[in-house]
């Protein structure tokens, strides 16, 4: 078995940890509360080929409330399901994010989209989260921001699930469907910041995506089309229509499909800018309608 590497929140890919993150939503605290000796759960797991069998023994034994609970959560973690979604969470720019099977687990590096989107925001901002999955760019957001509105929207039922429950303590409003069409038409022209962390994965790469993530996160949350930009052209081709004058988009890609990119934004009437972050591995493509605000 491939060793299942999620946890430790060194992993720019992959988020967790209790440390130090605040609960937009009632989470359980972490408090070890199972008898299980740590031990014996750390060797299971790294029997099972966990890396961090340690940190990851102590994250399931701060959740379980039972040597039951404990034991099943051993289970699926050994069966290979990405950490944040055995213990019900994931930590994401300071939050705790519930995270609920078949739902994509929100990446460390997408915090550098949150820190873009912030630095450029202006006050009171109409914040939109658009394939917002579980809701966490959108939390971080209202987190930092404070916006007059927070709105995000997904394909998936079960992601928008998971959303609402985590923009409900910033009154945010989860809508389903595809695009912009799962939102209000009175938010046309209005909003300041589009964020829309989409699929983005080649259709041929996602098999040599790690086993966690193509077993257990969806395909429609993976999958971008045969070069992995088709949902970001939906997006930037329909964006000059919902932004606000000097509003902003921005999108998650990777360092090779950022010229293809950028020009999508440039065709589409947006002023495209890279940001590009060595240290969580994260490339963001911004597009800004002109205009004043
Ligand atoms: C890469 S995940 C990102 C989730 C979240 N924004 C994050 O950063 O953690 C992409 C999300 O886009 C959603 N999605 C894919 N196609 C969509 C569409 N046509 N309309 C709305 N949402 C879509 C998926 O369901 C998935 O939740």
Request: net charge negative; glycine share 8%.
């Amino acid at each position: 078995m491939p060793p299942l590497s999620s946890p430790p929140p060194s992993s720019a890919d992959v988020p967790s940890s209790p440390d130090g993150s605040r609960s937009p939503s009632s989470l359980p605290p972490v408090v070890p509360a199972s008898p299980a000796p740590r031990a014996d759960v750390a060797a299971a797991l790294r029997a099972a080929g966990c890396v961090f069998a340690e940190d990851e023994a102590d994250l399931i034994l701060a959740t379980a409330r039972t040597a039951d609970e404990t034991a099943e959560l051993v289970r699926r973690r050994a069966a290979g399901l990405p950490l944040e979604q055995v213990v019900g969470w994931a930590r994401f720019h300071g939050l705790r994010i519930s995270v609920e099977p078949d739902v994509f687990v929100p990446r460390r590096r997408t915090e550098f989209l949150v820190e873009q989107a912030v630095a450029a925001a202006p006050e009171r901002a109409v914040v939109v989260d658009l394939c917002c999955g579980s809701g966490a760019v959108g939390a971080a957001l209202a987190d930092a921001l404070d916006p007059a509105e927070l709105h995000a929207a997904d394909i998936d039922p079960a992601a928008v699930r998971c959303a609402r429950r985590n923009v409900a303590p910033f009154a945010g409003q989860v809508h389903t469907g595809d695009l912009f069409d799962a939102l209000p038409p009175a938010l046309r022209g209005r909003i300041d910041v589009l964020a829309a962390n989409v699929p983005y994965v080649p259709t041929g790469e996602v098999g040599l995506l790690p086993a966690e993530a193509r077993d257990h996160e969806p395909l429609v949350a993976l999958d971008g089309g045969s070069d992995g930009l088709d949902v970001l052209r939906r997006v930037t081709a329909d964006a000059p229509r919902w932004l606000a004058r000097g509003g902003r988009l921005l999108s998650e890609t990777s360092e090779r499909q950022a010229p293809a990119a950028l020009e999508a934004l440039r065709r589409a009437g947006l002023h495209p800018r890279l940001a590009v972050s060595e240290e969580l591995h994260a490339t963001v493509v911004i597009g800004e309608l002109p205009g004043r605000r």
